[in-house]
């Protein structure tokens, strides 16, 4: 985290300040003179947000959060005050700042603490005069009174672990190769605590993961499978929660070349999948979360290589189930099948895998959602969607009739790995559900993953979505 977060248990009187009031709230008991208080009043009227005022030797600042009809929104509301606020400042050069809080809803002032924070990200190491670069801010102080500690300690590791998320996605394949990812998570796993293991390329072929083996043949650079688990002494659950990332850290669509302009330009973020879980693993054992999770990455780039896989092979996978091959760029579904057969082994409780798979399912909801579908209990489906609404990574459910199976169904082999012109990103979710045996949920990241321009707190480039909803889900899980 670049800002660094001080408690105080008083407002510095010499300190620049930037104060927090929603519509609701009393702005004369903000911390300011007559004259501001007149001038804020009239900045407010004008129907002003964003309010600046110069004393002797400090700046205060006031930001004024719109109403809202939900809970869910109101946060949001906060989230992207946050991030305004964070952007203002770091436009005016400012170093350090102290924040009052004009009210006394904790979660409202931790989502506008959410929003700022999230809003300084910077990826910043490839240019060469980075430090001429980077954000201002440096500190800002919270009152004692007005922010529970132990709460904010918690907000800090998760927003951290996004921040992770969004490096990862962000950096090159001339960097983060499958094997360089599995060292970069080996690091983090050190820093924050959980096991990590990987399998070699040897060791995923006695294992006969057909599916990430066929994807890797046309790369010169070895796959990996990545092993990631958080088990405290005594967890809530008997047996654990798995998550899935796909891993492919960069997808040229193989023999099947994308044929969309520019549509490779952005294909480093194919393994946000991967991303979102690694940051969740940061977050949850950071937070010390009382559960028994698993981690589960396959990882390999897709390259039209002189041996790779073609339109016509049949791939016979981890479970046993031969694959027709009819679109090599359909490959995350190939790794993520391998893995989601793996994880039949740990007897799981849940499985939830989250995959940058379609192109259907951002053009279905586009990048304001994430598209998902499973066979999970009902209960679980919809304590998912909660935590979506919650962090504002909402949740489009999509059906998975039994019709959708003939979509898949090959002249040659068990299936196949592409459906015919409709319901895309059903299909593939269709697909997934060939290699599951216990309840499990398909998140489709396609859409959130990677933006071209910033989105409030969201980060132009990579987002780190997945990793807010994936905590946010599971804290709520053990509780």
């Given at each position: 985290?670049?800002?660094?977060?001080?408690?105080?248990?008083?407002?510095?009187?010499?300190?620049?300040?930037?104060?927090?009031?929603?519509?609701?709230?009393?702005?004369?008991?903000?911390p300011l003179s007559a004259e501001e208080l007149k001038g804020l009043d009239e900045a407010l009227k004008l129907k002003l947000k964003w309010v600046g005022f110069n004393e002797a030797g400090k700046k205060n600042w006031v930001i004024k959060v719109d109403a809202a009809k939900t809970t869910e929104a109101a946060l949001e509301n906060y989230r992207r005050a946050g991030a305004q606020a964070c952007k203002e400042l770091n436009k005016a050069k400012v170093a350090k700042v102290q924040l009052y809080c004009n009210n006394t809803e904790t979660e409202l002032n931790l989502a506008f603490l959410e929003g700022?924070?999230?809003?300084?990200?910077?990826?910043?190491?490839?240019?060469?005069?980075?430090?001429?670069?980077?954000?201002?801010?440096?500190?800002?102080?919270?009152?004692?009174t007005q922010f529970n500690k132990k709460a904010c300690e918690e907000l800090l590791h998760v927003t951290d672990a996004v921040m992770t998320a969004?490096?990862?996605?962000?950096?090159?394949?001339?960097?983060?190769?499958?094997?360089?990812?599995?060292?970069?998570?080996?690091?983090?796993?050190?820093?924050?605590?959980?096991?990590?293991?990987?399998?070699?390329?040897?060791?995923?072929?006695?294992?006969k993961m057909g599916g990430l083996l066929a994807v890797n043949r046309g790369s010169q650079l070895p796959p990996t499978f990545n092993i990631l688990e958080w088990k405290p002494a005594k967890p809530l659950n008997k047996k654990p929660i798995v998550l899935v990332g796909k891993g492919v850290v960069y997808d040229t669509g193989g023999l099947s070349l994308k044929p969309t302009a520019n549509s490779m330009d952005q294909m480093k973020s194919d393994m946000a999948g991967a991303a979102a879980v690694t940051g969740a693993f940061c977050a949850l054992a950071k937070n010390k979360l009382n559960l028994h999770v698993?981690?589960?990455?396959?990882?390999?780039?897709?390259?039209?290589?002189?041996?790779?896989?073609?339109?016509?092979?049949?791939?016979?996978?981890?479970?046993?189930?031969?694959?027709?091959?009819?679109?090599?760029?359909?490959?995350?579904?190939?790794?993520?099948g391998d893995a989601l057969s793996y994880a039949q082994q740990f007897n799981p409780e849940l499985v939830i895998d989250l995959a940058t798979l379609t192109g259907a399912a951002v053009a279905a909801?586009?990048?304001?959602?994430?598209?998902?579908?499973?066979?999970?209990?009902?209960?679980?489906k919809q304590r998912l969607k909660d935590s979506g609404n919650a962090v504002y990574e909402r949740l489009v459910e999509f059906p998975m009739w039994d019709e959708y199976a003939a979509h898949i169904k090959s002249d040659i082999a068990d299936i196949k790995n592409v459906g015919g012109p409709y319901a895309g990103a059903i299909t593939a979710g269709k697909f997934l559900e060939c290699f599951t045996k216990y309840d499990w949920i398909h998140l489709d990241i396609a859409g959130p993953s990677y933006i071209k321009a910033d989105d409030h707190y969201r980060s132009k480039n990579g987002t780190g979505v997945g990793v807010r909803l994936l905590y946010h889900f599971l804290a709520n899980y053990s509780a």
């Amino acid at each position: 985290m670049s800002i660094s977060l001080k408690y105080i248990t008083k407002l510095s009187a010499n300190a620049d300040t930037l104060m927090l009031t929603a519509e609701k709230d009393n702005q004369q008991s903000l911390p300011l003179s007559a004259e501001e208080l007149k001038g804020l009043d009239e900045a407010l009227k004008l129907k002003l947000k964003w309010v600046g005022f110069n004393e002797a030797g400090k700046k205060n600042w006031v930001i004024k959060v719109d109403a809202a009809k939900t809970t869910e929104a109101a946060l949001e509301n906060y989230r992207r005050a946050g991030a305004q606020a964070c952007k203002e400042l770091n436009k005016a050069k400012v170093a350090k700042v102290q924040l009052y809080c004009n009210n006394t809803e904790t979660e409202l002032n931790l989502a506008f603490l959410e929003g700022f924070i999230l809003a300084d990200y910077q990826f910043l190491k490839y240019f060469s005069d980075n430090n001429d670069r980077k954000n201002s801010l440096q500190s800002l102080s919270v009152l004692s009174t007005q922010f529970n500690k132990k709460a904010c300690e918690e907000l800090l590791h998760v927003t951290d672990a996004v921040m992770t998320a969004r490096t990862l996605v962000n950096e090159p394949l001339s960097y983060l190769t499958a094997v360089q990812l599995s060292q970069d998570i080996a690091k983090l796993a050190k820093e924050a605590g959980f096991k990590f293991h990987y399998f070699d390329k040897k060791k995923i072929e006695s294992l006969k993961m057909g599916g990430l083996l066929a994807v890797n043949r046309g790369s010169q650079l070895p796959p990996t499978f990545n092993i990631l688990e958080w088990k405290p002494a005594k967890p809530l659950n008997k047996k654990p929660i798995v998550l899935v990332g796909k891993g492919v850290v960069y997808d040229t669509g193989g023999l099947s070349l994308k044929p969309t302009a520019n549509s490779m330009d952005q294909m480093k973020s194919d393994m946000a999948g991967a991303a979102a879980v690694t940051g969740a693993f940061c977050a949850l054992a950071k937070n010390k979360l009382n559960l028994h999770v698993i981690g589960l990455i396959p990882a390999t780039d897709n390259r039209p290589g002189e041996d790779a896989y073609t339109p016509g092979d049949v791939v016979p996978m981890h479970n046993g189930m031969n694959v027709e091959v009819l679109n090599t760029d359909a490959e995350g579904r190939m790794i993520l099948g391998d893995a989601l057969s793996y994880a039949q082994q740990f007897n799981p409780e849940l499985v939830i895998d989250l995959a940058t798979l379609t192109g259907a399912a951002v053009a279905a909801i586009g990048p304001e959602g994430i598209v998902m579908m499973g066979t999970a209990a009902e209960k679980t489906k919809q304590r998912l969607k909660d935590s979506g609404n919650a962090v504002y990574e909402r949740l489009v459910e999509f059906p998975m009739w039994d019709e959708y199976a003939a979509h898949i169904k090959s002249d040659i082999a068990d299936i196949k790995n592409v459906g015919g012109p409709y319901a895309g990103a059903i299909t593939a979710g269709k697909f997934l559900e060939c290699f599951t045996k216990y309840d499990w949920i398909h998140l489709d990241i396609a859409g959130p993953s990677y933006i071209k321009a910033d989105d409030h707190y969201r980060s132009k480039n990579g987002t780190g979505v997945g990793v807010r909803l994936l905590y946010h889900f599971l804290a709520n899980y053990s509780a």
